[in-house]
């Protein structure tokens, strides 16, 4: 009878300083070696990692209020537009909005800087109103002047994403870094074996209100993230191949720290958000713990080329060939790299294993489980 | 015998002494042109890897100040702000020569300035933007 336990249980034991915490590339290591039903019996929680641009990023802000008051309609930080079509003194800074014609600098920078304690200028107007009279403010805020800084993620923390190749004679400058022509290069976003949603792939321990580490403090699945896709084909470890389930993330950014949060600029394409996401998976049975055993060498990938206006899939890849420094594609050897840091990604589950350890961070099951969806809709162009 | 990449910086008025041939001839220095970017009245700059006992390199390095064309190291012209980095990886994907890479073990970026060509991709291709590069 293999064994079973509770995310009640499991607190218990991290209360009690008894609970056994390991790293997902730990416990894919011992997976060599040991079974499902000897890891479930012995494994209580299993920490993952990811650190990755997530361009669908952002922070809601409540400035606090001037004397007079003030109903601010444009807002602008460091010169970066921000979304101020909420009410009066809340805004939301959107980490690839850039200041123009400056299209290098963004939101992102401006989230980077409030998060690091730096100042940021601000300027606002409004037409005035007999509640709201004042019609311009311009001033300086910082992380301890406001009032809120809530990151807010759309999309983040995708489960799998696509290798991006290109097959044109011209370099190609992409959200996947700079393509170099004629199959130069191949790259490739996610922390493999380390990832979230590849050790749960199915998502039975990660839902709505599930605690997780967010940018170097605590945060929370809000819901499931855009994009939400169900309907990939399943690997025969049961792992999607190509980019699937996403997550919507919450957390308080004032507690946040520069070291899990930066923003990137990538060339040609515009600015983003390097987000660190760590999320608990607590081993309830012998399924899990099959799961978390999951390796680089079981989790594959589509090969898409960005060089073609569809981005055909040309392949596939596993992540331990893409680790390795090269793919192989129709017999020609690729040289690979990665855009999303494996060394931050091991720190962020090395952390949060220290934390749950420690009994300073309990697992949560799910308010609610997500939907099951089989696909998403494309936009029909109509007119 | 030691081999080192250097970045040699060309006055606008030329020399009139056939540098990269009397380095060969004169001293005997096994020289190999990675990149070269010369053109008459413009400063110039070759990228030269230069192979030799230290004693005669240090003489080939003095041989040229004379004549007013700098001799740096690579290493102190390329370099990055490694203290920020996040070891993405953004910019060991476009160093076709394998001067930046991904360490497998501890996940680092390793940088081996010998194996740079400055083709300066990585200046761009770096979403931190840590490069820098000087060349005069």
Known sequence: MSKKRTIAEINEKILSGKAVVLTAGQVAAMGREATPAEIAEKVDVVTTGTFGPMCSSGMFINFGHTDPP???ERITLNNVPVFAGIAAVDAYIGATETALPHDQYGGAHVIEELIAGRDVMMHATAKGTDCYPRTEVKTLINRESVNEMIMFNPRNA???????????????YTYMGTLLPSFGNATFSTSGELSPLLNDPEMRTIGIGTRIFFGGTTGYVAWHGTQFNTGKPVNEHGVPVGNSATLALIGNAKEMNTRFIRAAYFEKYGVSLFVGVGIP?????????RRVMIRNSQIETNILDYGSPGHDILGRANYESLFSGEISLNG??????????LRVAREIAETLRREISAGRFLLTAPV?????TSGLNSLDVRL | MKSRRFVLTFPPEATGEPITYNLIRKFD???NIVKADVSPGQVGHLVMEMSAPSKVLKEGIEY???QNVECVPIDRKITYQEELCVHCG???????AGALSIDRKSAELVFEPEKCVVCELCLTACPLKLFSIDLG
């Not at chain 1, 489960?159 to 991006?164: I, L, S």
């Not at chain 1, 998976?281 to 713990?289: G, K, R």
């Open chain 1, 70 to 72: 003030m109903r601010m």
């Open chain 1, 158 to 172: 995708y489960q799998n994403y696509n290798v991006a190749v290109n097959s044109t004679s011209k370099m190609k």
């Open chain 1, 281 to 289: 998976i607590p081993v309830l049975d012998e399924d899990l713990a």
């Open chain 1, 332 to 341: 020609k050897k690729i040289r690979t790299a990665p855009l999303s840091s």
């Open chain 1, 368 to 372: 609610e489980n997500f939907r099951k």
């Open chain 2, 29 to 31: 220095i096994m020289v």
């Open chain 2, 64 to 66: 040229m100040k004379q």
């Open chain 2, 90 to 96: 953004a910019c060991s994907a476009v160093c076709f």
